[in-house]
């Protein structure tokens, strides 16, 4: 399964748990690879560790697409309520794509540790939050892409109004250096437009669709906790219906119980951090086109401000040559 360079992050450095820093993993250097039969993508996987578990000190590898999405299975296999992001070949990433998946391979070794149990209040309340986070997120990404939509419908047509002004010019004498000054401002605003859009495209758009997929992975995650506290209760209850079969449903029971503490400790540990990643990730979005926003306006203004300031010169210019005799 092909896919662009730009659709994953170049690089991306993971390290463990601060107190820890005896293991470093870093994605990065994206090579494309072609083939009488196919066209593909690797990236080198560098890790250097200090950890006795491990043969040697330093690893690099080079993987494709395919491998990333072996992992993604696995994972989700293994550790049904971590919360694992979406890989996509056709749409591009935003900037968490391998970072998630290196947290998420931290998270693993962090949910083995153990922890409190949690109450199961815990997880209605994820629940409920991922309900309105769900609705939140994709209104928002129906409406940037109608901005985008829009932005780009304005900018075609602007691209079409400059070189009107600058073919009336020619047919105008008294007033062609006006319109062509005008012509040049709208070329100017159009160069500002577009900037635009590439802000939207690669920032704002690739990371509320990120969300949109997290928003789904994350209600799937609470899904798969629920049913496996759900086999937990059905076999409480087979035990409370069926005592001389005591001492197998015990031994069962208890392994459900061991089941149901693990997935609660590393979707609670897991959800803390996707939680402090989003609303990094959502607060370092809207600044950012804020900004470009911000910019944008002050071009285009300081664009027209210097075209009026420029008329207004040449009128009086004009002015004082009809008062002379």
Not at 20 to 35: A, G, K, M, N, Y
Not at 69 to 75: A, D, Q, R
Not at 149 to 171: D, Q, V
Request: hydrophobic share 35%.
């Amino acid at each position: 399964m092909p896919i662009s360079p730009s659709s994953m992050i170049n690089q991306y450095k993971f390290e463990d748990e601060p107190e820890l820093r005896d293991l470093f993993i870093t994605v990065d250097d994206p090579e494309s690879h072609i083939t009488a039969i196919e066209t593909f993508i690797t990236y080198r996987v560098v890790t250097k560790t200090s950890r006795g578990e491990f043969d040697s000190s330093e690893y690099e590898v080079r993987r494709r697409y395919q491998d990333f999405l072996w992992l993604k299975n696995k994972l989700e296999a293994a550790h049904p309520t971590l919360i694992i992001p979406e890989l996509s070949s056709h749409k591009k990433q935003g900037p968490g794509l391998l970072s998630r998946m290196g947290q998420t391979v931290r998270a693993v070794a962090s949910s083995v540790r153990g922890g409190v149990k949690n109450r199961p209040e815990t997880f209605t309340e994820m629940n409920d939050y991922m309900e309105t986070f769900s609705q939140k997120i994709n209104v928002l990404d129906k409406i940037a892409h109608r901005i985008y939509k829009e932005e780009r419908e304005y900018f075609n047509e602007m691209k079409e109004y400059g070189p009107i002004h600058t073919l009336w010019s020619a047919s105008e004498e008294d007033i062609a250096d006006s319109l062509k000054g005008v012509a040049s401002c709208i070329d100017k605003c159009c160069k500002a437009t577009e900037k635009r859009m590439a802000g939207l495209s690669e920032n704002l758009l690739p990371i509320l669709h990120e969300y949109v997929l997290y928003s789904e992975i994350l209600m799937g995650v609470l899904k798969r906790r629920d049913q496996i506290q759900g086999e937990l209760d059905s076999k409480v209850d087979a035990l409370a219906n069926k005592k001389p079969e005591k001492d197998l449903f015990s031994e069962e029971i208890g392994k459900l119980e061991d089941k149901v503490e693990c997935a609660n400790n590393a979707l609670k540990a897991d959800w803390d951090r996707w939680k402090q990643n989003m609303q990094c990730d959502m607060r370092s979005t809207f600044t950012n086109v804020a900004e470009n926003n911000l910019r944008y306006y002050e071009e285009c203004l300081a664009t027209w401000e210097s075209f009026l300031a420029s008329q207004t010169v040449d009128l009086h210019v004009e002015e004082d040559s009809e008062d002379k005799p």
